[in-house]
């Protein structure tokens, strides 16, 4: 298998880190691939998806799987079940939380992109706070559910993880730590795990 990443995708990231729990990153190749607003990329979009979105796991046999939610459910199931509950009423809550930690991602993502990306004479502020007060909205629902930071380890665990390091990679004075102190707490311990380590994204 082969997975095309970017070390400072938060989406990225998500899959290393599964792959890593599941014991399956030696089956994976990782594959540098540059994706970027503005930026046309048509090998990309005509080999992998045209979406043009990292990450995407390419199968052995040619086959391809977008969005790191689907990846680390096919890894996920490859390995028998481990991070997403397989049935019932855990299942589907896992499975929202998730999705909402993967929009205050995307929320982060495009205020990265409307102020590092989009011309100065054309930005807009309005805009921005809006995306960036429902990242923070998030935080501060997940800063009041610690049962969701203390439970075994699962994907949602690993998303919540990997927003807060893109808050520290791209927003780094944003304040994140001293407004949710359960979340600060949360982050340190999943540091301590290799999976975490090897996968924090380089220095801006």
């Not at 938060?10 to 890593?20: H, M």
């Not at 495009?110 to 054309?122: A, D, F, H, I």
Request: hydrophobic share 40%.
């Amino acid at each position: 298998m082969k997975l095309t990443f970017s070390p400072g995708s938060p989406f990225a990231r998500k899959v290393r880190i599964a792959a890593i729990e599941l014991g399956l990153i030696d089956k994976i190749e990782l594959v540098p691939a540059k994706v970027a607003p503005t930026e046309p990329n048509e090998q990309y979009a005509h080999d992998i998806s045209p979406l043009r979105k990292l990450p995407a796991l390419i199968l052995d046999d040619g086959n391809v799987i977008v969005d790191s939610y689907v990846i680390v459910e096919y890894l996920d199931e490859l390995a028998g079940g481990k991070l997403i509950p397989k049935s019932g009423a855990a299942r589907w809550r896992v499975k929202s939380e998730h999705s909402m930690i993967q929009g205050m991602t995307d929320a982060m993502l495009l205020c990265r992109y409307e102020v590092g990306v989009r011309p100065k004479e054309l930005q807009w502020p309005k805009w921005v706070d809006d995306q960036w007060d429902r990242a923070w909205q998030g935080l501060t629902r997940f800063e009041n559910q610690p049962e969701v930071l203390s439970r075994p380890l699962d994907i949602t665990q690993i998303a919540l993880t990997c927003v807060l390091g893109y808050a520290d990679f791209r927003f780094p004075d944003c304040g994140w730590r001293k407004a949710f102190p359960k979340l600060d707490a949360f982050h340190e311990k999943m540091l301590q795990r290799p999976s975490v380590k090897l996968s924090i994204p380089p220095a801006a």
